[in-house]
T-cell receptor
Framework: DAGVTQSPTHLIKTRGQQVTLRCSPK?????VSWYQQALGQGPQFIFQ???????QRGNFPDRFSGHQFPNYSSELNVNALLLGDSALYLC??????????????FGDGTRLSIL | AQSVTQLDSQVPVFEEAPVELRCNYS??????LFWYVQYPNQGLQLLLK??????LVKGINGFEAEFNKSQTSFHLRKPSVHISDTAEYFC???????????FGAGTTVTVRA
């Protein structure tokens, strides 16, 4: 049973570019959450997608957007990249309701470096 | 809004010695509490969680944590560590009616022979 899978594992971009990161949730999960982890810090919540809608959003600018597909996979898009966007981006999956909604299964992340 | 404070940024410990990682949280409502471990170049792995019931929670790899509501703490312990326990440990909290996790800044545990 595959867990949460993310692609790509590493990515290098330059300032001003746009990037798309992808996530497939654990089998049976219908909810995807995205987190940003800067070097030496704890993860910060970006947003959560459930039933193809953004259900909750953290304190991130509109340059960060997402999408969830009917098969529950998800994309994170970041426009107009800044040096400060360099981080590990983590995807987590869960079930949509109740105590099981809190993400407990994380992928290994995508390491994004901005030059 | 909730927040998490991990009181120790780095904890060096000798192999087979006990370790305790301290975590305090603040929230105006009831919460769920979690501890995660992150090995180098990997994602987060859930060690244990407190949702309700017994305040002493046992997790994987011999770890346990105790929820203390009056002190708003959720400290993680292991009676005897191994070299393989060297990693970053994160405490996290979630309000019962929220969908997100709020993480602490992490504690780096380095186990030496």
């Amino acid at each position: 049973d595959a867990g949460v899978t993310q692609s790509p594992t590493h990515l290098i971009k330059t300032r001003g570019q746009q990037v798309t990161l992808r996530c497939s949730p654990k089998s049976g999960h219908d909810t995807v959450s995205w987190y940003q982890q800067a070097l030496g810090q704890g993860p910060q919540f970006i947003f959560q997608y459930y039933e193809e809608e953004e259900r909750q959003r953290g304190n991130f600018p509109d340059r960060f957007s997402g999408h969830q597909f009917p098969n529950y996979s998800s994309e994170l898009n970041v426009n107009a990249l800044l040096l400060g966007d360099s981080a590990l981006y983590l995807c987590a999956s869960s079930l949509g309701q109740g105590e099981h909604n809190v993400p407990q299964h994380f992928g290994d992340g995508t390491r994004l470096s901005i030059l | 809004a909730q927040s998490v404070t991990q009181l120790d940024s780095q904890v060096p410990v000798f192999e087979e010695a006990p370790v305790e990682l301290r975590c305090n949280y603040s929230s105006s409502v009831s919460v769920y509490l979690f501890w995660y471990v992150q090995y180098p170049n990997q994602g987060l792995q859930l060690l244990l969680k407190y949702l309700s019931g017994s305040t002493l929670v046992k997790g994987i790899n011999g770890f346990e944590a105790e929820f203390n509501k009056s002190q708003t703490s959720f400290h993680l312990r292991k009676p005897s560590v191994h070299i393989s326990d060297t990693a970053e440990y994160f405490c996290a909290v979630s309000d019962l009616n929220d969908y997100k996790l709020s993480f602490g800044a992490g504690t780096t545990v380095t186990v030496r022979a």
